[in-house]
């Protein structure tokens, strides 16, 4: 059965502060995907990343692929209370998305 | 670009009546659209992949026949909880697949589904 291993599970910082969300697995992915997700809505899809070693930026936030497609990360620089919410990786594999458990972020002014 | 509308966003109904959840993707043909419930505060839990004409597969412990799941064209499937019982209350979530085997998913915004 493919894990991934979301870490912190929640996480709460003052705004400004730095952070970094960590996606780990055992298993080889195809891709890698990262979402957030605001309370009572669906997942929006941040970045997709497919390459060992793939780094993707997005305004203030980094994503790093894995050079074995087993983990990635998310970093957030100068965090805004706009940034809150539940940040999901999910692993691609066989057409199917294995979601992480995901973490929470609260961002306070 | 890469909409999907899930409708209704809202439904209360009453126990051993059925509800129908609709999944659209609006501006691209998703041959693969997936089915997902969602417990508070936690992750997404996939029921279903919905390929365009033919049967779902479902994920172990999902009941076909308690949840009919209905892909009649590339852009259109259908979630319907038949008899609903409150247990069945939760957040169900659609997606739409783009790319090779539908590996970039795109959400529609959920359902909140409450049985009395």
């Known amino acids: 059965t493919q894990l991934l291993e979301q870490s912190p599970q929640f996480l709460s910082i003052q705004e400004g502060e730095n952070l970094t969300v960590y996606c780990n697995s055992s298993?080889?992915?195809?891709?890698l995907q990262w979402y957030r997700q605001e309370p009572g809505e669906g997942p929006v899809l941040l970045v997709t990343v497919v390459t060992g070693g793939e780094v993707k930026k997005l305004k203030r936030l980094t994503f790093q692929f894995g050079d074995a497609r087993k983990d990635s990360s998310l970093h957030i620089t100068a965090a805004q209370p706009g940034d809150t919410g539940l940040y999901l990786c999910a692993g691609g594999s066989q057409g199917n998305l294995i979601f992480g458990k995901g973490t929470k972020l609260s961002v306070k002014p | 670009g890469a909409v999907v509308s899930q409708h209704p966003s809202w439904v209360i109904c009453k126990s051993g009546t059925s509800v129908k959840i609709e999944c659209r993707s609006l501006?691209?043909?998703?041959?693969?659209m997936f089915w997902y419930r969602q417990f508070p505060k936690q992750s997404l839990m996939l029921m279903a992949t919905?390929?365009?004409?033919?049967?779902?597969?479902?994920e172990q412990g999902v009941e076909k026949d308690k949840f009919l799941i209905n892909h009649a064209s590339l852009t259109l499937s259908t979630l319907t909880v038949t008899s609903a019982h409150p247990e069945d209350s939760s957040f169900y979530i659609c997606s739409a697949g783009q790319g090779f085997q539908g590996a970039i998913q795109y959400f529609g915004a959920g359902t909140r589904l409450s049985v009395l």
């Open positions: 919905s390929n365009e004409g033919s049967k779902a597969t479902y």
């Open positions: 501006d691209f043909q998703a041959t693969t």
């Open positions: 298993s080889v992915f195809s891709s």
